[in-house]
C-alpha cells in the first residue's frame, strides 16, 4: 500500500512502521498529551467514529536537504527521501550508483522523524510557508504551527541554542500547565515545544 502526494508520485506507508528505519532519534516525543482527559472525554474522542492510526503533518519547504539537516539539528533523523528527477526513493538498491553519477538531482519529498512521531517535508508545495509579516509572529506567522510534547525541554531548547536554530520564545511556565518554547524552522514553520509541568 502507498500513500500519493501528488502528480502520481508514490510514497510507502509511514516509515515508522518500517523497522529498518525506526532507529532513535536523540530525544523522545510523546505519543499523547501529558494530561489525560477524563472519562467522559476519553469516550467521546475514541469510543465511536472514525479510528486515525496515525497523523503525519506536511510542511512545505524550499529545500528539502537543508530542512532535514535543520531538524537534524535538535534530535530528529532523517528517515527517507523521495528524488522526482529519477522517481525513486533513496532506499532503492539502484539509487546509489545514480547519486554518484550525478543523475539523481535533489529530493522533493521526505520525512524526518523521532520516537514515534514523523513529519513531511515537500519542496515548494502542499501547505504555505514563510516568514511573518509583522513583528507579532503568532498574527504575522505564515507557516504551519504545531506542538511537540518532549521529555526535557530545556536540555532540548540548550540543544537547538547552540546549534543556533531560531528561538521565538524561551522556555516558559504556562497557566495551562506547560512548559514550553517556540522554535521557528527557515520556511516560517513554528514548533510549540513542550512538557508537561505540575501546578502548585
Known sequence: MSLSHGKGRNL??????????ASKGNFSILPVRP????????????????QIHHLTP????????ASIAWFEKWGWRRCWAWYDQVMMMDGDPRFEALKNSGKAGTPSFAAVGAGHSEVF??????GGKGLPDSTDYEAGSRGVWMSIFVEGVDEIHQQCKAAGLT???LPTNEPWGMREFHLQHPD?????????VSQG
Do not use: E, W
Open 12 to 21: 510507502p506507508k509511514s516509515s515508522l512502521s518500517n523497522p529498518l528505519l
Open 35 to 50: 494530561y489525560a482527559p477524563g472519562p467522559a472525554l476519553h469516550t467521546t474522542l475514541l469510543g465511536s467514529g472514525m
Open 58 to 65: 506536511i510542511l512545505n519547504v524550499s529545500d528539502v536537504d
Open 121 to 126: 517535508l515537500c519542496r515548494d508545495g502542499q
Open 167 to 169: 528561538v521565538l520564545m
Open 188 to 196: 516560517g514553520h513554528v514548533f510549540r515545544v513542550g512538557q508537561g
